[in-house]
């Protein structure tokens, strides 16, 4: 369970090489080794991250994922929990895509959007009766400020995450009863290996300082964070600019 002072003794990382995901264990290892599973498919980057957790002392365990297989994911939720309770389980898997394809060309769309969000609830379902039946747990989900508002420049990967975003916002309020508590994390631009190459949105950030957020939001029970902080007064203002005025912003 987690402790008195919010440090946990269990992760699941869904999304096992996701570089948010990666820091914020790490930010957990650092207090006390962890038992973690990471879920994600094989590959050479799902052995490295092992290996890198391993060298902060945590047990590690990895467990295939696809999330495009719908029908495997119960069994690998189980596989998580089969080694006893998951006091934080993440869910920090997801694609990018490139707008101007993913609008044309519809099975990249629709790839885009099973990954995103038909994925994001699938596991979110089953996370939610396992912790529901344990009767502890946190479960973080990796939204992001571009669901908050669609925008011309990404609005296939901004309508993917309002799905998934307003889907655990729900779960929040579903699982309260039960002593799970759901935050819904809400980035701005992070530079990670998906947003290389990318021009920087203002008040871009890391891994690490989304890590940050995680921790303290996991360990204050708080159900919505936006990183870094200020995104939220920004997104605000944002979504009340009207959409003649909108379209013309360089967003």
Known sequence: ??????????????GGTSEIGLATVEAF???????????????SRLDDAKT????????????DFDAQAFDTHAAVVGKAFA???????????????????????????VELAQVNYTAAVSVGVLLGTRLTAQGHGSLVA????????????NFVYGST?????????????ALRPSGVTVTVVRPGFVHTRMTEGLTPAPLSTTPEAVAEVIVHAVRTRTELVWAPAPLR???????????????????
């Open 52 to 63: 890198r957790l391993e060298g902060k002392g945590c047990a590690v365990e990895l467990v």
């Open 142 to 153: 990796l939204s992001s400020v571009a669901g908050e508002r669609a925008r011309r420049s």
């Open 233 to 251: 007064f920004v997104m605000s203002a944002l979504r009340h600019v009207p959409r003649p005025i909108f379209r013309r912003l360089p967003v």
């Open 29 to 43: 290892a650092g207090d006390r080794p962890l038992r973690v599973v990471l879920a994600g498919r094989p590959s």
């Open 83 to 109: 080694g006893g309770d998951v006091d934080v389980a993440i869910v920090a898997f997801g694609l990018l895509g490139d707008n101007e394809e993913a609008w044309t060309d519809a099975a990249k769309a």
């Open 1 to 14: 369970m987690i402790d008195a002072v919010g440090n946990p003794q269990s992760i699941l990382l869904l």
């Open 161 to 173: 995450k309002a799905g998934l975003d307003a889907f655990y916002t729900g779960l929040t309020e």
